[in-house]
């Protein structure tokens, strides 16, 4: 037995069966983007942590940070006592992104806090209780992210669910187009939410609709911008507010620093962790300090979130962004990726659909060229396949039949080509010997 294997043995034998595991890779480290497993054996990356590592692996100014941070104060909780790093973070993000004419920011462990935050805030802002999601999307693992989460097989056996939580289908043009062309798919879709606010739940209780611009777990289906434009001002008009989740998408993964900026708008109110901070469990929900500020003391708050060694190494991570212009790489790596993906998909029946936005970008697998007709078990032996080659892939889909790119931006020019061409081969072999 490798020592790999053995490790998965004992994986198996003491963590609960409900644990997901995506890939039967084990690692004990990572530098850029590539990482060593327990037999020494090393990979390259193209699932990044599922999106967390959009600066690599164990960035070395990222590290050092968190030495120095270590030394000096590792925990406070910011309510008791109030800490440099974490208004330094604050401040930074707000400049970064700002919603209005004054940004205000709390800081949180992870995306399903963001979203938990952002919920309570709109909530508290507008008087009201509903909110509305997509099909697809998906918004973390705790009672209320659950709720809003689509994937049916994360919630099994896990309700009753939150109340007042309502979904609609998300603007999937390639599953739900139904001839029409992409003009006439967003209106009838726009049409079908402003009667969705007469017929199932009326304007005046929803206190928000949250959205993800490209689903991550859902297939990196990207939202028409105009659908998205549309959407915000039906929300303005009837005093809703839009949330949009940045978790997966931000910090230069879609060729922006957040993906809301390819829209032309600006949220209300966004969420945002994952590549924040090089791995450390940080996030964070900003918004129009007017809204933010529309929350009674004490809602707020907790022991961990802003952690003084979480916000030096997400501060340390956003300066590393900067001075290799993250975003840029982003744009760059998505277009090599999304061309070989195309160019992939005129030899391969088996890719229904290539789609994404800056280095998002995933392929659909599917059975007789029907959308309808997802190969969730190709998908699960590319995974196998890729990995035994010395890549690791994740999938992702409601029903896990997309294979999705996430590697680190920082990759190396060499290492992202042979992991294309290691999905490109076994993509072929696979399909062939059907």
């Known amino acids: 037995m490798t020592k790999s294997e053995e490790l998965v043995a004992r994986r198996n034998a003491i963590v609960p069966e409900g644990m997901g595991m995506f890939s039967p890779l084990t690692i004990c480290s990572g530098k850029g983007a590539r990482i060593t497993d327990a037999d020494g054996k090393e990979y390259i990356d193209f699932a990044g942590g599922i999106g967390v590592l959009n600066g690599g692996h164990c960035p070395p100014p990222v590290v050092d940070a968190m030495v120095e941070q270590t030394k000096k104060l590792i925990h ?19 400049a970064l992104f700002p919603h209005g004419k004054k940004t205000k920011v709390m800081l949180v462990n992870s995306g399903a806090e963001a979203v938990e935050n952002a919920v309570k805030i709109a909530r508290q802002a507008t008087g009201r209780q509903g909110i509305i999601c997509f099909t697809g999307g998906f918004h973390g693992r705790t009672l209320l992210g659950m709720t809003l989460t689509s994937k049916v097989g994360y919630k099994i056996g896990c309700g009753p669910f939150a109340p007042e939580v309502y979904r609609i289908p998300f603007p999937d043009y390639y599953q739900r187009h139904d001839g029409l062309t992409m003009d006439e798919f967003i209106a009838r879709e726009l049409e079908a939410f402003e009667s969705y606010l007469h017929s199932v739940v ?16 859902g297939g990196f289906v990207v939202a028409p911008k105009k659908y998205v434009q549309e959407l915000h001002k039906i929300c303005q008009s009837k005093g809703i507010l839009l949330i949009v989740d940045e978790v997966q998408t931000g910090f230069g993964r879609t060729g922006k620093w957040a993906a809301y900026q390819h829209y032309d708008m600006v949220p209300d109110i966004s969420t945002w962790a994952k590549s924040m901070g090089s791995g450390m469990p940080i996030g964070a929900v900003m918004g129009r300090a007017e809204v ?25 991570t956003i300066d590393l962004m900067k001075k290799t212009d993250i975003a840029k790489k982003g ?7 999304k061309d070989y993906f195309d160019e992939l998909k005129k030899d391969c029946p088996a890719i229904g659909d290539v789609r994404g936005l800056g280095a998002m970008v995933a392929f659909e697998l599917v059975k007789n060229n029907d ?7 190709l998908c699960k032996k590319m995974i196998q396949a890729c990995a035994q080659q010395g890549l690791l892939i994740i999938s992702a889909g409601v029903s896990s039949n997309i294979i999705r790119v996430l590697s680190p931006l920082v990759i190396e020019p060499d290492d992202l080509m042979k992991g294309l061409k290691i999905i490109r081969t076994e993509l072929i072999r696979l399909t062939s010997q059907k």
Do not use: H, W
């Open 202 to 217: 009326d304007a005046s209780q929803v206190a928000a609709v949250i959205l993800e611009l490209v689903q991550g777990e």
């Open 371 to 377: 959308p309808r007709q997802p190969d969730t078990d």
């Open 331 to 337: 744009e760059q790596i998505g277009k090599i990726v």
């Open 292 to 316: 933010m500020d529309k929350t009674t003391k004490g809602t707020l708050g907790g022991t961990y979130p802003g952690n003084p060694v979480a916000c030096a190494a997400s501060l340390a």
């Open 76 to 94: 406070a909780c910011f309510p008791v006592a109030i800490y440099e790093p974490y208004v330094k973070l604050c401040e930074e993000l707000a």
